[in-house]
């Protein structure tokens, strides 16, 4: 019968080095007899070699490698049990709504009318604002649940105070009714009329509860260098509304009889494919006339037709005060600055030839870069931001007329 080793029957005898060796190795060795790596490498290959001639190897012997080896496998158990842990309490605070992953109570806003009647998919404040804990809604069903309701002004004028909610259910006493508008008090029609109906107001002036501009100056963490856009023509004026009772064409009229101006919308000549930002970059400055002059009116006229496009404004609305509430007194041209459109027209031919005068007009951009306020997004989402904010705290607009006019 076969032995393991393949040989004729009998059984392998070891040969006459094998014993000595495994007597050798049973004795104790001194630290510095001990085999290095290469050793133990030819020792497993003489084991290997031994095997393979048929001969047994001794075991080797190994008292603390079985708890070592549960202790190997107690660390994979675990590990996998807290990663198992760490993915349970993961998908919890996934499906934890937004307002309690943020540690308050969710806030619906309801808009009682889209402005202008123009339905609009609403915003996700949190992923656009970072303004958590926000419910929009336009779905008039959930009255009763809305800590605020929104009126835009213009839809109000035209469906009337009739159009606004009537119990029941009975108004609740602490949902806040939010009079929104950002036209100014000459093209807000129905001012009269409105006293005691409203909690806040929300326009584009500094008083407001929601006080929402149609733009602002930022200083970010690290301002981008700023680089002036090659200018080819001289002034710009982009004017949709023509009204030639408006103290903005009459102006106007003036001024072309001392230097060119070029128009473009209702009365003038095509914008370019970009649009208005790509048409005005080629211009040194740019009309930013308001359709009419009130506190705080300060449209994108200024924020996007002349700064967006790197164009120096020159500005007609509110007083210069005002504007310096807002931006760089040396970022703009206000025509109050001089006694007559003549004047301003010699102004604006000098610095057509001075170019280090006219670059003083960009010294903020150091330091400062443009926001323009996104219509409407950004207006709904800062009312669930007001409404956090204000806790318990309310109030009725007893005045709106006298305040918004004044």
Known sequence: MAGRGGGTGTSPQPGPGVGAERRRRQQPQPRDALPGPGAAAALRGAERGQRAAGMEAAPRRCPGCRWRRWRRRWRRWALAAGLLG??????????????????????????????????????????????????????????????????????????????????????????????????????????QGLAGLFNWTMSYRRDSDVFVPYGYLYAPPAPRPFVLPRKTRLVAWVISNWNEEHARVRYYRQLKEHLPIDVYGARGMELAEGGVVETVSAYKFYLAFENSQHTDYITEKLWRNAFCASAVPVVLGPRRANYEHFIPHDSFIHVDDFSSPRLLATYLKFLDKNKPSYRRYFAWRKKYEVHVTSFWDEHFCKVCEAVRAAGSQIKTVQNLATWFES
């Open 86 to 191: 760490v993915a349970a309490a993961f998908a919890l605070y996934a499906a934890l709504p937004e307002p309690a992953r943020a540690g308050g109570e969710a806030v619906t806003v309801l808009l009682w009318w889209e402005p202008f009647g123009r339905p609009r998919r609403l915003a996700d404040c949190r992923r656009r604002y970072n303004i958590s804990g926000c419910r929009l809604s336009a779905d008039r069903s959930r009255l009763g649940e809305a800590q605020a309701v929104l009126f835009h002004h213009r839809d109000l004028a035209r469906h009337g105070p009739g159009g606004l909610p009537r119990g029941p259910p009975p108004r609740p006493p602490r949902q806040r009714w939010v009079w929104m508008n950002f036209e100014s008090p000459s093209h807000s029609p129905g001012l």
